[in-house]
């Protein structure tokens, strides 16, 4: 049986053996077994594989080993907060500030497993799926394709509709939670802002009621804190860059930053759910143009997430170094500031401005201190 989202949607449990088995059969699985299950044969993985009949068989047999990985090998602490604002039988819009390419929504899937919640349905930026092998493997993480911009107008907000079409289906009508970034590509200057293009988007399946559309939704903000920044020195060199010549992208860029963020240390890592954006809230904006009122919402949600943010030694260190001050010095140990120092040394090796770079390095630590100042204040 076809549906409307046929094109878009993850793979649904029937769909999951022949999956398996082209993952099984995959040249690729030697290497991938080798990470995810060292301690068992090539044989026992594909047989593993060919075993699983659902979703929920593939989430819980691979995907939260590979996390769990993760967290082993290169996270020192993984924690969580807020999750008294989580109803167990509600489904929501986790929005959330975008770090890593795979990271951010992957961890967090791991983290609903273990409050004993549902996963989530996940999106997939198109310019992901690289190859079958990937986008067999998330799709069956029910990860779901979301087109980048790009190409005309009028086919742009085409795909925008229906992406907001089944972002309503699956929350309204099959009840499941979508994780998505608050914006289009990972924060790259760690300045997490919401846009409001994204709450645009929202709002396209449900025009004729704009405080419905978006209330209907169960808007969640999430806050994802990483103590050691994911790719930190890649981003700082495409910030320098792009302040000369407009970016583009390498190829096999991006597999090398989803590599880096799954390798590099991270130190440690911290969720926190947020209060969800009720109808409430959002009816105070009830006279605002549209325009206006995905402003508004796209800063509500920005407060939240800047207030939620964990900030470590780190985030301070380098507010102080920026700025040439001392603000901080009480939250960092010298131990810590020497830590920080010898990691901006590795900018050593790179055939650049070097103060300028580093500033940029600086800036992705030290946007998060700016940014809990600013909502700080504007409560007082």
């Not at 549906?3 to 398996?20: G, L, N, Q, V």
């Not at 986790?94 to 609903?112: E, F, G, T, Y």
């Not at 005309?152 to 009508?173: G, N």
């Given at each position: 049986?076809?549906?409307?989202?046929?094109?878009?949607?993850?793979?649904?449990?029937?769909?999951?053996?022949?999956?398996?088995?082209?993952?099984?059969?995959?040249?690729?699985?030697?290497?991938?077994?080798?990470?995810?299950?060292?301690?068992?044969?090539?044989?026992?993985?594909?047989?593993?594989?060919?075993?699983?009949?659902?979703?929920?068989?593939?989430?819980?047999g691979?995907?939260?080993?590979?996390?769990?990985?993760?967290?082993?090998?290169?996270?020192?602490?993984?924690?969580?907060?807020?999750?008294?604002?989580?109803?167990?039988?509600?489904?929501?819009?986790?929005?959330?500030n975008?770090?890593?390419?795979?990271?951010?929504?992957?961890l967090l899937?791991?983290?609903?497993?273990?409050?004993?919640?549902?996963?989530?349905?996940?999106?997939?930026?198109?310019?992901l799926?690289?190859?079958?092998?990937?986008?067999?493997?998330?799709?069956?993480?029910?990860?779901?394709?979301?087109?980048?911009?790009?190409?005309?107008?009028?086919?742009?907000?085409?795909?925008?509709?229906?992406?907001?079409?089944?972002?309503?289906?699956?929350?309204?009508?099959?009840?499941?939670?979508?994780?998505?970034?608050?914006?289009?590509?990972?924060?790259?200057?760690?300045?997490?802002?919401?846009?409001q293009?994204?709450?645009?988007?929202?709002?396209?399946?449900?025009?004729?009621d704009k405080?419905?559309?978006?209330s209907?939704?169960?808007?969640?903000?999430?806050?994802?804190?990483?103590?050691?920044?994911?790719?930190?020195?890649?981003?700082?060199?495409?910030?320098?860059?792009?302040?000369?010549?407009?970016?583009?992208?390498?190829?096999?860029?991006?597999l090398?930053?989803?590599?880096?963020?799954?390798?590099?240390?991270?130190?440690?890592?911290?969720?926190?759910?947020?209060?969800?954006?009720?109808?409430?809230?959002?009816?105070v904006?009830?006279?605002?143009?549209?325009?206006?009122?995905?402003?508004?919402?796209?800063?509500?949600?920005?407060n939240?997430?800047?207030?939620?943010?964990r900030?470590?030694?780190?985030?301070?260190?380098?507010?102080?170094?920026?700025?040439?001050?001392?603000?901080?010095?009480?939250?960092?140990?010298?131990?810590?500031?020497?830590?920080?120092?010898?990691?901006?040394?590795?900018?050593?090796?790179y055939?650049?401005?070097?103060e300028?770079?580093?500033?940029?390095?600086?800036?992705?630590?030290?946007?998060?201190?700016?940014?809990?100042?600013?909502?700080?204040?504007?409560?007082?």
């Amino acid at each position: 049986m076809t549906t409307e989202f046929d094109d878009i949607r993850p793979y649904t449990d029937e769909e999951i053996p022949s999956a398996m088995s082209r993952i099984a059969s995959s040249q690729m699985l030697p290497l991938l077994a080798s990470y995810v299950c060292p301690e068992q044969s090539l044989d026992a993985v594909r047989q593993m594989l060919l075993s699983f009949k659902s979703i929920h068989d593939f989430q819980l047999g691979i995907m939260y080993h590979v996390n769990e990985q993760i967290i082993a090998n290169s996270i020192t602490a993984f924690t969580y907060g807020g999750t008294e604002h989580i109803e167990k039988d509600r489904p929501y819009l986790l929005v959330s500030n975008h770090r890593d390419i795979m990271l951010d929504a992957s961890l967090l899937q791991n983290l609903l497993v273990d409050l004993g919640l549902e996963t989530s349905q996940i999106t997939f930026g198109a310019n992901l799926m690289m190859n079958p092998l990937v986008v067999d493997i998330g799709k069956s993480n029910k990860m779901f394709r979301v087109e980048r911009p790009g190409g005309s107008i009028k086919d742009f907000y085409k795909s925008s509709l229906h992406l907001s079409a089944y972002i309503r289906h699956a929350i309204c009508d099959q009840h499941e939670s979508v994780w998505i970034a608050q914006r289009n590509g990972r924060t790259k200057d760690g300045n997490d802002q919401t846009d409001q293009g994204i709450i645009k988007m929202f709002c396209m399946s449900r025009q004729e009621d704009k405080i419905a559309a978006l209330s209907e939704l169960n808007i969640l903000p999430v806050a994802v804190s990483y103590e050691w920044e994911s790719c930190d020195i890649l981003k700082a060199i495409e910030l320098y860059e792009s302040q000369k010549v407009k970016y583009i992208k390498k190829p096999g860029e991006d597999l090398n930053s989803i590599l880096t963020g799954i390798l590099q240390p991270k130190g440690r890592v911290h969720f926190e759910f947020c209060p969800m954006v009720t109808a409430d809230e959002l009816a105070v904006y009830n006279e605002c143009t549209n325009n206006e009122y995905h402003k508004q919402v796209a800063h509500l949600i920005d407060n939240r997430i800047h207030r939620a943010y964990r900030l470590w030694p780190n985030n301070y260190i380098a507010h102080d170094m920026l700025y040439g001050q001392q603000r901080f010095r009480d939250q960092y140990t010298e131990a810590e500031r020497l830590a920080f120092e010898k990691h901006l040394s590795k900018l050593d090796n790179y055939d650049s401005d070097l103060e300028v770079l580093r500033d940029l390095l600086l800036g992705i630590y030290a946007n998060p201190v700016e940014n809990k100042i600013k909502v700080n204040s504007e409560e007082l």
